[in-house]
């Protein structure tokens, strides 16, 4: 039996990531828990707590390694045992401990793994203040759970665990929840499981292969030759006919593992495993999946309170796990699916006599899991997704700067998915209203009514708010796009609206304006072309479609048409106030015509000299939201990421006005493509040094900045011989868009999604400039 | 464990289920993918809200 995790490896090197066993006891006896019920016993010699003063020291030495190392972060997860164990004053107290070294130097990403069992509202308020997100362990519905997951007299632990995640689920709770951990038995119905984890609405659910070596091999009932990849597999039918509704660790990490990408697990891929565990008496061991081994395995010898991290990393097992693929044994080197396994879990490979150096105890049902993954993925994708774009044709149509009709077309298609979830999700938080029951009761027998109101840009701004803000009081905004709904599909309506200072919105329809600026309760009647709001003091406004033209409360929507693009001037619902700058009030006619002849000159300048851009802007662009003039008459204009289809300027001249369509619209679309898909990591800590701003920006800002200011350099371009001023203009867009390039390029946030648009719009930037 | 580098998340599967499922019928469970990637506090964090331009002059 090998001893301790001795014998030094080599150079020290960087490790981010530490398990702080705060609490070395459990409340639960379960006996799959490779703590207590397998090889290693070592649980029995340690401190039930941590205390503040090993918590600290343990701080301490995580600071100085990240402050050496100049880590730009460092996670720390609180484990067990049972961390709740500790209860809430201790929690805050070791928490506070733990904070103030390392976030002097880095930046801190708490979590922590519970059972869940003992939270409650007074834990999550000392999670919430300090930030840390939870994952609970469940392992499926009652009888699966609780097949294992008992407390010491036997009785399960189902009903304590959901609660806890109901609780987690609360708005006040929910930015904690990180998701489940489900540790497989095949004997229990992955339909099941799979169902119930749903139903807990987790952000991820990671599963977990039962530890095991080849000493104690896994239970394979039935005789089954791969029962674990069987199991996996049903999972991931469901999980892929159900449109992939949570992230699932092991299948995103296969997709992501067969396109070179990593793994994001410790059960697969060839990630660098930069991790050590802090025990409870302050010392260093291994990851706990070793204590499955054999009596002492994740030993090192070594303390917070005599050691500095680097000599933790220099040990031979920690630093192995560093180098992906290079220390694998020659089993492994020669298989085909290597990449994507990488040995599986490292304490899976172990058998007495060869230690680690063998492929995983899971090995055939890793090598069936990758392939069949694939292949189901692969027969999903051709059934269910003929007419899909692919991810590459939109990456590399947006890359090119422009985008043709049908992958606008198809990103605005998924703007109105996210506003359908989105106002959905209203409903969720809030509770049913009335105007909600009006919306879906049209939607039942008009559905392209209701569809023509929900893309309205800025229902999802709308909803984004409600969301957000976790106040019901908007939620009458609903009845409004119910009645806006009806009168398309001219059908009788009676509904609760909210008049919002002094207006009620009808998107696409029109503006209905209440002769006072209040906030207050109102309902809505459509019937045979004619509304009827009634408010305040029971009275009652009387609209008629029929005639033409505006009056003092009512506002038709007012559309502007030019060869082919349809935009509408929008002045009027609340909700558009999501620009970042103070919206115009209602406009006068003579106000709208300046619109209207700004944007056709506009429209016919695009036409002539900026054709490229003219598909995307006639497929996406809707609403012109006319902003209030600034006070030192400088230009404004502003894109938001929740308003896709609608551009917020101030009024400014044709020309200048079709340089800003154009950049805005910039702005739109690769938004539109970052709801969708990762280009950068969105937990990067990087700034970049840009041209078009004093202060650094990150990653996103720079990649937008990129983005809009090609494309200004390419209307200037194409302005070479038209505007004395081009050349000095194009030069200077098109140095900054170069710089910055290089700079995004010179980063590592960019995930290879992003790299390959990155490449891509850097091809089109270079073929400019000639 | 999971280790530090994080897989891709993709929305697209999730919104082909919801496009396609009438406003009544569409489940939390459906939604919360989406919710938690446009609206969360952490997704806030880490986004650009809003892209804004203002002249020199």
């Not at chain 1, 030495?61 to 972060?73: K, Q």
């Not at chain 1, 260093?284 to 999946?289: H, K, N, P």
């Amino acid at each position: 039996m090998p001893g301790r995790a001795g014998g030094a490896a080599g150079e020290a090197h960087p490790l981010s990531q530490f398990v702080l066993k705060v609490h070395g006891r459990c409340d639960l006896s379960c006996d799959h828990c490779y703590v207590y019920e397998h090889a290693d016993q070592s649980w029995r010699t340690k401190p039930k707590i941590m205390t503040p003063a090993v918590a600290l020291a343990a701080a301490r030495r995580i600071a100085e390694h990240a402050e050496a190392w100049h880590l730009t972060r460092v996670r720390v997860v609180l484990h067990g045992g049972e961390p709740l164990l500790l209860g809430p004053a201790r929690m805050d107290e070791l928490i506070s401990q733990v904070r103030a070294p390392i976030e002097a130097v880095t930046r801190l990403t708490l979590m922590m793994q519970t059972n869940g069992v003992r939270f409650n509202p007074e834990m999550g308020d000392v999670l919430k203040r300090h930030g840390v997100r939870v994952g609970v362990s469940l392992d499926g519905d009652r009888a699966a759970n609780d097949r294992h997951r008992r407390f010491a007299n036997g009785a399960g632990s189902y009903d304590q665990v959901r609660a806890a995640l109901a609780l987690l689920r609360r708005p006040e709770y929910r930015e904690l929840y990180a998701g489940i951990l489900c540790t497989v038995d095949v004997r229990n119905s992955p339909e099941r499981v799979y169902a119930a984890l749903l139903a807990e609405r987790p952000p991820q659910v990671d599963f977990l292969l039962p530890h095991a070596t080849w000493d104690s091999p896994p239970d394979r009932p039935d005789g089954s030759h791969t029962p674990y990849a069987d199991w996996l597999s049903a999972i991931h039918r469901r999980w892929l006919a159900d449109g992939r509704p949570m992230r699932i660790r092991l299948f995103d990490g296969l997709y992501s593992t067969a396109q070179g990408g990593p793994s994001g697990s410790e059960q697969l891929g060839a990630d660098a495993v930069d991790l050590a565990v802090i025990e409870t008496d302050g010392r260093y061991e291994q990851a706990d999946s070793v204590k499955t081994a054999y009596d002492g395995a994740p030993a090192t010898g070594l303390s917070v309170l005599t050691h500095p991290v680097d000599d933790v990393s220099r040990l031979r097992p920690i630093a192995v796990r560093q180098h992906g693929l290079r220390n694998l044994n020659a089993v492994c080197q020669s298989c085909p699916v290597v990449r994507q396994c990488a040995g599986g879990l490292y304490a899976h490979r172990y058998r007495t006599g060869h230690g680690f150096d063998n492929p995983s105890v899971y090995c055939p049902d890793l090598r069936v899991l990758i392939d069949r993954t694939a292949d189901e993925r692969s027969v999903h994708h051709a059934s269910v997704k003929p007419e899909e774009i692919s991810t590459a044709d939109v990456i590399s149509q947006i890359a090119s700067g422009f985008g043709d009709e049908a992958t606008i077309g198809w990103l605005a298609e998924q703007q109105r998915s996210v506003t359908r979830a989105l106002v959905s999700a209203t409903i969720d938080q809030h509770g049913p209203t009335s105007g909600w029951a009006a919306l879906a009761e049209v939607e039942a027998e008009h559905p392209d009514a209701v569809r023509r109101v929900l893309a309205h840009p800025y229902v999802r701004a709308w909803a984004v708010g409600v969301l957000r803000a976790d106040d019901p009081a908007g939620m009458p905004y609903l009845g409004g796009l119910a009645a806006a709904a009806a009168v398309h599909a001219d059908v009788r309506l009676e509904t609760g609206v909210r008049i919002d200072r002094g207006v009620v919105a009808l998107p696409t329809v029109g503006t209905l304006y209440w002769p006072e600026a209040v906030t207050a309760a109102a309902r809505i009647t459509v019937d045979r072309g004619k509304l009827w709001l009634t408010g305040p003091g029971h009275r009652t406004i009387t609209v008629d479609l029929a005639q033409p033209g505006t009056t003092a409360a009512w506002q038709p929507a007012r559309w502007i048409t030019l060869d082919g693009w349809r935009v509408r001037i929008e002045d009027g619902d609340p909700a558009r106030d999501c620009h970042g700058w103070t919206p115009a009030d209602r406009l006068d006619e003579h106000a709208v015509g300046r619109w209207r002849d700004a944007l056709t000159e506009a429209w016919r300048l695009i036409g002539a000299e900026l054709p490229g851009y003219a598909p995307a802007l006639r497929t996406g662009l809707q609403v012109i939201m006319p902003l209030a003039p600034d006070p030192a008459g400088k230009q404004r204009a502003a894109t938001a990421m929740d308003a896709f289809g609608a551009l917020a300027a101030t009024q400014v001249g044709p020309a200048e006005l079709a340089v800003l369509l154009v950049h805005e619209f910039q702005h739109a679309k690769l938004g539109a493509l970052l709801d969708l898909y990762d280009l950068h990591d969105r937990d990067s800590d990087a700034q970049l040094t840009v041209g078009w701003k004093p202060e650094p920006r990150p990653v996103e800002a720079a990649l937008q900045g990129v983005y809009a200011h090609a494309a200004v350099a390419d209307v200037w371009r194409l302005r070479a011989r038209t505007d004395p001023r081009a050349a000095d203009l194009f030069a200077m867009y098109h140095r900054w868009t170069t710089d910055a390039i290089a700079a995004l390029r010179g980063t590592d946030a960019l995930t290879p999604l992003g790299t390959d648009f990155v490449d891509r719009l850097a091809a089109t930037v270079r073929s400019w400039k000639s | 464990m999971n280790t530090e580098v994080a897989t891709m998340d993709n929305l697209v599967g999730p919104l082909a289920i919801i496009n396609k499922t009438p406003l009544r019928e569409i489940r939390a469970e459906h939604t919360d993918r989406v919710v938690r990637r446009i609206v969360d506090k952490q997704a806030l964090l880490r986004r650009l809200d809003v892209a804004a331009f203002q002249s020199a002059h």
